[in-house]
């Protein structure tokens, strides 16, 4: 038996209370069983006041539901709202060298945000049942449904989606959950995305059918395009600066889909509706 081991529980935790570093009472708690159940728990509190929660985000971005909720015993705090985080000002160059300032917030990214961003369902599911948003989003406004479509977790996106998530929150850039799957290639849950928009958002269905074609054409994933037009998708139109899915096709040399898009639509020589 060692020295600390023949302590009494009280100044074991008492020689806790002095640490200065986690790897202090990690490794203490680490030399038997016995010290491993009282120094744990003070892991996870020297974690919470003086090392920023960062076990808890770890845990949801790792998907250990132990971890979570040691967390939460600790007393990390889980709030169910998005961060409002610290406004932050900076200049971007937009298209032809003009400058304008852009205000944002500067914060991390939700614990739910980071599950999601993984594909951990259980985790997703835990902080929604405490009360969070299925509309959570991160700092650049990807809400968890698009964080899903972005990875491909289509298990989550079918929870996501039976949670009430909505389709129709854009990110910061202006897309949609439909279409950053289009982009990714996630045929499967495009295509469980698209039976959503038909059911459930029939006023902006073409809108954002148009704009999934265009990441898919873009992205160049043929499958992904034949999906869309096979739902009913409009080829003929322009976008970004009078660009056309057959410029976009014939620029990346894709001529799969070139032949696709013209199989679909009428004349390219014909004058495209705006």
């Known amino acids: 038996m060692s020295r600390l081991e023949s302590l009494s529980d009280e100044l074991l935790l008492l020689?806790?209370?002095f640490a200065m570093s986690q790897s202090t009472i990690t490794a203490?708690?680490?030399a038997s069983h016995r010290l491993y159940s009282i120094y744990d728990p003070c892991l996870y509190r020297w974690n919470v006041v003086r090392g920023q929660c960062s076990a808890l985000y770890w845990a949801a971005e790792h998907g250990n539901m132990v971890t979570v909720q040691k967390a939460l015993d600790a007393g990390a705090p889980l709030s169910i709202k998005r961060p409002r985080g610290e406004p932050r000002k900076g200049s971007v160059v937009f298209r032809f060298g003009r400058e304008r300032e852009l205000h944002f917030r500067n914060f991390r990214p939700h614990p739910l945000s980071l599950a999601a961003r993984g594909g951990h369902e259980a985790i997703v599911r835990f902080i929604i049942d405490k009360g969070a948003s299925p509309d959570m989003a991160d700092p650049?406004?990807?809400?968890?449904?698009?964080?899903?479509?972005?990875?491909?977790?289509?298990?989550?996106?079918?929870?996501l989606l039976a949670l009430g998530a909505r389709q129709d929150i854009p990110s910061f850039m202006g897309h949609h959950p439909v279409s950053l799957a289009s982009y990714q290639g996630h045929?499967?849950?495009?295509?469980?995305?698209?039976?959503?928009?038909?059911?459930?958002?029939s006023e902006v269905f073409d809108d954002q059918i148009k704009e999934a074609l265009v990441s898919a054409v873009t992205g160049r994933?043929?499958?992904?395009?034949?999906?869309?037009?096979?739902?009913?998708?409009?080829?003929?139109?322009?976008?970004?600066?009078?660009q056309t899915l057959l410029n976009t096709a014939a620029k990346n040399g894709d001529m799969d889909i070139l032949l696709l898009l013209l199989e679909h639509g009428p004349d390219p020589n014909r004058t495209l509706d705006r």
């Open 15 to 17: 020689i806790a209370s």
């Open 28 to 30: 203490l708690a680490r």
């Open 140 to 159: 650049e406004r990807f809400t968890l449904l698009s964080l899903a479509a972005i990875h491909g977790h289509v298990s989550l996106a079918r929870a």
């Open 187 to 201: 045929e499967e849950l495009a295509a469980i995305l698209l039976s959503d928009l038909k059911n459930h958002y």
């Open 221 to 242: 994933r043929k499958e992904i395009v034949q999906l869309l037009v096979s739902h009913g998708a409009a080829v003929n139109f322009f976008y970004h600066f009078w």
